[in-house]
């Protein structure tokens, strides 16, 4: 409480606060978008509890990675070489999420594209609750490691990176469901999302291999896809209005 204290006075400190906030949430976006495809791919009933413990463990593993913060910062010292090319255990957790990520945003799309007989009768590939969870476990502590990375360079005040993740946790449970709907509801939106989650683990990789990718370029190639979607979706439903039949 007496290191907490003097926080809540210092502008620096909110500063600080307010601008993890605003990442947490947006690096939450790659995390969401991963729980919202697999958990759409479950029966209708497992599928808002499977978000919600998704979302749960990614907020359990972020709280308790912050617990080891010189541990996780450890991480990002060199283990081996390659070709003069050092690697650390951040790297290799990044590329092993980056392939896992392309493995399965491929599969989907290859699942979408050209139905076999594992999909039901909805046309929507089955998957097992465990397997959906485990999958969903693997991508948050991906996404988590980064994530604590990224805090630990913006503050070294632990309280302040302990709030951020809970209120970018709640903002993501709040999100969840909508979006999950949004995405059912909408296959183009599917493909799009899709992907994002390929060029998402192309980047996971290429930072693996020490290329730094801005964060911007890509959440800015992300926000002109949907835009652009947005206005597909727009015309579309204004040329069902002009072709439906008028009752009379």
Known sequence: MDSILPLLSDPTAWAALATLIVMEVVLGIDNLIFISILTNKLPPEQQTKARRIGIGLALILRLGLLGTVAYI????????????????????ILIGGGLFLLWKATKEIHHTMEPNEQESGTGAVTL?????????????????IDSIITAVGMTEHVPIMVVAVVVAVTVMLLAADPLSRFIAANPTVVMLALGFLIMIGMTLIAEGFGAHVSKGYIYTAMAFSAGVEGLNMLARRRRTKRTAPVRR
């Open 73 to 92: 910062v450890a991480l990002t010292q060199p283990v081996f070489e390659v070709f003069g090319k050092a690697f650390s255990w951040r790297d290799l």
């Open 128 to 144: 097992g609750f465990a397997a959906a969870i485990g999958q969903i476990l693997v991508l948050d502590l991906v996404f988590s």
